[in-house]
């Protein structure tokens, strides 16, 4: 449900990577990335609200294949809309978008981090392929498709590493190594330049 807004957004975001200034936007985005990542460590689980459901609310029970059951619900305008925000950044910046995704489903749509992750890697994978698809199209890639390929296939064998690991941890470790590792990517934005 996610990657249907994902996708446009993803292809508008690699549209608008070709005509807004790379510098200023790095610092902004670097900002950005590090005020969520303080708030991040500060605060890595949030507590969950009850209240009443309405038509929008999507209510979820998932058993995983270790027997953990995970309940939650979460307002399906509100992720939609955050999916397509997602995929404008993963277009727009060549990262996925997944730092912004898991920290918006935990702490905005109230999603188990567990879930979070693994929902949010799916829809990357959707979006990410749009928006190199159209990077490709628009030539953005000239003389990079086979590093485009080494770092996809880089990323598809870390995420079944990265999977098996998330079983043995807890939420608020992989919130907090989340957060971690927003704030050197916001570092690396803010300090030396593309």
């Known amino acids: 449900m996610f990657s249907l807004t994902a996708v446009p957004g993803a292809i508008i975001g690699a549209y608008i990577v070709t005509i807004i200034s790379r510098n200023t936007f790095q610092y902004v985005f670097g900002a950005v990335l590090l005020v969520v990542a303080a708030y991040l460590l500060a605060r890595p689980q949030k507590k969950i609200m009850s ?60 999603f188990p981090a567990h879930i979070a992750t693994a929902t949010s890697h799916f829809v990357v994978v959707i979006s990410i392929f749009a928006a190199i698809m159209t990077h490709i199209t628009s030539a953005t890639f000239v003389g990079e498709i086979g590093r485009v390929i080494a770092l996809s296939a880089g990323a598809v064998i870390g995420a079944q590493f990265g999977a098996r690991l998330s079983r043995k941890v807890t939420g608020v470790l992989i919130i907090r190594l989340l957060a971690i590792g927003l704030a050197i990517i916001a570092l690396r934005l803010l300090i030396a330049p593309f």
């Open 51 to 110: 209240g009443g459901i309405s038509q929008w609310q999507a209510v979820r029970r998932l058993t995983d294949s270790n027997n953990n059951v995970y309940e939650y619900s979460f307002d399906r305008i509100l992720g939609l809309g955050f999916a397509f925000i997602v995929g404008i950044m993963a277009g727009l910046l060549g990262i996925g978008g997944g730092i912004i995704h898991v920290p918006v489903m935990i702490q905005v749509l109230n």
